[in-house]
């Protein structure tokens, strides 16, 4: 029997970078958790932004946000992994020099950065709705970081395979959809954040669903014996996954919820 369902959000529930998010999740979480289903919802966005996508039923599910490194229910911090002040320093003075690229610092009181593209901004504030905070130097003022991200429209493939190498003895590094790369702790990864949750909640693999779509949710897709991947997911991941299902845009993880009802 099921007892933990955990969706990745962004590629998998909605479009990226959008709250379009069908409402009739909301009456389904409802009653998923009537039959003592808990709904988590996994994502890079920070908190800020899945709480007000979530905000009906947010004393409801579990955030499982920056890609697994802050884990809270109700306000209650269930799991959290922070960047070493001195990685986040040297990570911030190397994206600085990337061409096209913005960065993004994930701290509690929401996303830091120094970018001018207006493009990026919007994305963060009307997209994600998220709280951004442009600074004039993000570095002036040592934050409590979670995850940092570069941003860069083209070509974030070969910003990856020029940092990752490089940092992922220190960092874990994933590519979040077509525009991120998002570096964390080691520890931190969407899969970890589900084994904590599972371990806290006395929950097995076998009782868990997970829904993804992008590399950022291969690990979590590892931690549940009942994962999907959504049609239009990235080639390793439909490859990883027991099932598939139908695309985001057309309710692929709502088309599953409904017969677990």
Sequence with gaps: MIKLICS?????????????INPEIFAVIRKLKEKDIIFAAASGRPYSSIVRLFEPVKNDIIFVSEN?????????????????????CEWVE?????PGASLALDADGGLYSESTDQEFVDLIRLGYHSRLT???DVLAEERHINKISVYRKND??????DMVPRWSKRLHCTIAGDIWLDFMSKESNKGHAIREIQKILKISPDETMVFGDNLNDLEMLAAA???????????PVRKAAKH????????????????LL
Excluded: H, Q
């Excluded at 229910?73 to 001195?86: F, N």
């Excluded at 598939?244 to 017969?259: F, H, Q």
């Design 134 to 136: 442009i600074v004039e």
């Design 8 to 20: 990745d959000i962004d590629g998998t529930l909605l479009p990226e970078g959008t709250a379009e």
């Design 156 to 161: 974030i493939e070969k910003v990856a395979e």
């Design 94 to 98: 190397e994206v600085r020099k990337i």
């Design 244 to 259: 598939i299902t139908d695309t985001n845009v057309n309710d692929g993880v709502l088309k599953v919820l409904r017969t």
């Design 225 to 235: 014996t009942e994962s999907y991947a959504v049609a239009n997911a990235a080639e």
């Design 68 to 88: 697994g490194a802050y884990v809270s229910c109700r306000g209650y911090l269930m799991s959290e992994e922070v960047i070493d002040w001195k990685d986040v």
